[in-house]
């Protein structure tokens, strides 16, 4: 074998080296390559689906939950739906007919500024007395189980009424078209009223 026979077969027999180990590395970067891009993939497709999650729950939003509540003097199964400071509230009725009643709003801080109410603040207000004009022309306050008639209580449009919970109190002061306000620290006063309202005291 001659030097340049030699020669061309340690080249080729490097070249050929040289050529399996690009092969290596490309085979490598092509290994490494969809990994990274999987993981890229998977990243964007959680992004989206929390992002939709978020829309979703934006859009249909709110709070369900099963509740019992107090209505005209009787303890009610119902469901509250709760979105924004506002409830809807479905039952039965003592006939076993749906009903649904609605309410909330917002409350207002020391300095102005405004908040939908809480899951509990529409709790209270749901089960907080309420002041009933009925068909039949009587004049109904329900609290709790609690439940009375103050129709001929009235003087000048007005009557007191206090409820009892326990250790808890509430001042009602009634007017006759069913407006009232409420108070556990004393009735509020109506200016307009000539003579005093009688006041009337709930059974503990």
Same mark, same amino acid.
């Given at each position: 074998?001659?030097?340049?026979?030699?020669?061309?077969?340690?080249?080729?027999?490097l070249?050929?080296?040289?050529?399996?180990?690009?092969?290596?590395?490309t085979?490598?970067?092509?290994?490494?390559?969809?990994?990274?891009?999987?993981?890229s993939?998977?990243?964007?497709?959680?992004?989206i689906?929390?992002?939709a999650?978020?829309?979703y729950?934006?859009?249909?939003g709110?709070?369900?939950?099963a509740?019992?509540v107090?209505?005209? @003097? &009787?303890?009610?199964?119902?469901?509250?739906?709760i979105?924004n /400071?506002? $409830?809807?509230? !479905?039952?039965?009725?003592?006939?076993?007919e749906?009903?649904t009643?609605?309410?909330?709003?917002?409350a207002?801080?020391?300095?102005?500024?405004?908040r939908?109410?809480?899951?509990?603040e529409?709790?209270?207000?749901?089960?907080s007395?309420?002041?009933?004009?009925?068909?039949d022309?009587?004049?109904?306050?329900?609290?709790q189980?609690?439940k009375?008639?103050?129709t001929?209580?009235?003087?000048?449009?007005?009557?007191?009424?206090?409820?009892k919970? @326990? &250790?808890?109190?509430?001042?009602?002061?009634?007017?006759?078209? /069913?407006? $009232?306000?409420? !108070?556990?620290h004393?009735?509020?006063?109506?200016?307009?009223?000539?003579?005093?309202?009688?006041?009337?005291?709930?059974?503990?």
């Amino acid at each position: 074998m001659t030097d340049k026979e030699r020669y061309k077969r340690t080249f080729s027999a490097l070249r050929a080296s040289q050529l399996e180990f690009k092969e290596e590395m490309t085979m490598n970067k092509t290994k490494i390559l969809p990994v990274r891009r999987l993981v890229s993939l998977c990243a964007a497709a959680l992004m989206i689906a929390a992002m939709a999650s978020v829309a979703y729950a934006a859009d249909v939003g709110g709070i369900r939950r099963a509740v019992q509540v107090w209505i005209h @003097g &009787d303890q009610t199964n119902a469901v509250m739906d709760i979105q924004n /400071g506002h $409830y809807l509230l !479905s039952y039965e009725d003592e006939n076993g007919e749906p009903q649904t009643v609605g309410g909330g709003g917002v409350a207002i801080d020391a300095f102005g500024r405004e908040r939908p109410l809480t899951e509990e603040e529409l709790l209270e207000e749901l089960n907080s007395p309420k002041v009933e004009c009925l068909e039949d022309g009587t004049v109904w306050v329900y609290y709790q189980d609690q439940k009375m008639e103050i129709t001929d209580r009235f003087v000048d449009g007005v009557c007191y009424v206090q409820l009892k919970d @326990g &250790d808890k109190v509430l001042y009602l002061t009634v007017e006759a078209d /069913g407006g $009232y306000s409420m !108070s556990p620290h004393g009735y509020v006063q109506i200016k307009q009223q000539s003579k005093a309202a009688p006041y009337v005291q709930a059974a503990p």
